[in-house]
């Protein structure tokens, strides 16, 4: 087990106290009006919570005496606590944080040579019910907040920090549990916070939202948002779709490609990422791998093979390494940018949101855990 940062501070027991990681620079700006002060102060205290990952507001020495206790009186600071912590053999590293409720979230560090991925949630569990998905097996609880979905971040470079390695996170994808354009009020302050300078300063290359395509809120985000997009797609066909990914009943194809257009169209030199999980038998033959060819013919595309991570009572394999290979140079010769993702962390992590699952009772019996769960606790 690696320790992990402390992760409260200037906690209140007074109701109506505002998180205030739960505030974008727009939403600090209006919080500090309320309070009669300047517009100014929502960059300073940016700096001070995300880059500096200071919550102490009596350290916050450029903020005044009387402005300091005003933050005590109407806001606090609260984050996702670790209950369990480990790092695989390829140097994934993979949290479960609890919330509040007694719910809890996985988030895991990917790193790489040139870059560190950290896949963050959006929702405990999720309703979309995509057949091949370990998360979708445990239904749907509830939306995170703005502050539980960036106190993903931060938690994660804290811990990093703590590491002495020097590892930092380059790269956010919306792609842990639940569906992030289900919890499009609380995500897009999220992921503003992550592009911000004064905040964490991703480029808006390096933040990517993952999607099964809810299609009415993939329009409304081409016209708020520029980050990175990439679709759960995992079939050519809406026959095969409607099976796999079942929200596709509601959005169909091509519903969901005529809203990908819009969207690459108000980002101008992107691409969609799409991602098509590979399962044995079910969506990897020559004639669905020309079939999406067809499919998504004159969008600027990548495509993403994702082999299948089995998980307990899961109703699929995953395809063999040559047909998924095959698959792949199919794509590539009909003009495709392909790639395999490589599997990561498999020592530590089952499927996604197959840990948390057997994690989450642990939560509940053990509401006292602290900084790490006990050993062999999952």
């Not at 004064?198 to 081409?222: C, E, F, K, M, W």
Request: aromatic share 6%.
């Amino acid at each position: 087990m690696s320790s992990a940062p402390v992760v409260d501070a200037n906690p209140g027991d007074a109701p109506g106290r505002v998180n205030l990681l739960d505030l974008d620079r727009q939403g600090l700006q209006r919080f500090f009006a309320d309070l009669g002060e300047k517009p100014f102060r929502a960059v300073q205290l940016l700096k001070w919570l995300h880059q500096r990952r200071v919550l102490d507001f009596e350290s916050m020495t450029d903020l005044s005496k009387s402005l300091r206790a005003q933050l005590h009186q109407h806001a606090e600071v609260r984050l996702p606590s670790p209950v369990f912590d480990q790092e695989s053999r390829d140097g994934t590293r993979k949290w479960v944080l609890s919330l509040e409720g007694g719910n809890a979230i996985e988030t895991v560090f990917i790193p790489e040579n040139d870059r560190g991925t950290l896949c963050v949630s959006s929702q405990v569990g999720c309703a979309l019910d995509c057949t091949f998905c370990s998360t979708a097996q445990q239904g749907f609880n509830r939306n995170l907040s703005t502050a539980e979905i960036i106190g993903q971040v931060w938690f994660a470079q804290s811990a990093l920090d703590a590491e002495g390695r020097g590892r930092r996170v380059t790269n956010v994808v919306l792609m842990g549990m639940g569906e992030p354009l289900a919890n499009y009020r609380n995500v897009v302050p999220a992921t503003r916070l992550m592009v911000d300078q004064h905040a964490y300063g991703l480029s808006r290359r390096r933040v990517t939202l993952s999607t099964s395509g809810l299609v009415p809120n993939l329009r409304r985000l081409a016209g708020e948002s520029d980050i990175s997009l990439a679709v759960s797609l995992h079939a050519p066909n809406d026959a095969l779709r409607d099976e796999i990914v079942p929200v596709n009943r509601r959005y169909p194809l091509a519903e969901l490609l005529d809203a990908c257009r819009q969207y690459v169209a108000n980002t101008p030199h992107r691409r969609i990422t799409w991602e098509y999980v590979m399962l044995d038998g079910v969506n990897d033959s020559d004639a669905h791998a020309r079939e999406l060819a067809r499919l998504l013919e004159g969008i600027p595309s990548k495509i993403n093979l994702i082999p299948f991570n089995p998980f307990p009572g899961a109703a699929y394999e995953c395809s063999p390494a040559e047909r998924i290979q095959r698959f792949s140079s199919l794509l590539q010769r009909a003009g495709y940018i392909t790639t395999v993702r490589r599997t990561r962390g498999e020592d530590i992590d089952g499927a996604c949101g197959q840990l948390v699952g057997e994690v989450s009772d642990r939560i509940r019996r053990h509401p006292r855990w602290g900084r790490s769960a006990p050993e062999g606790a999952a």
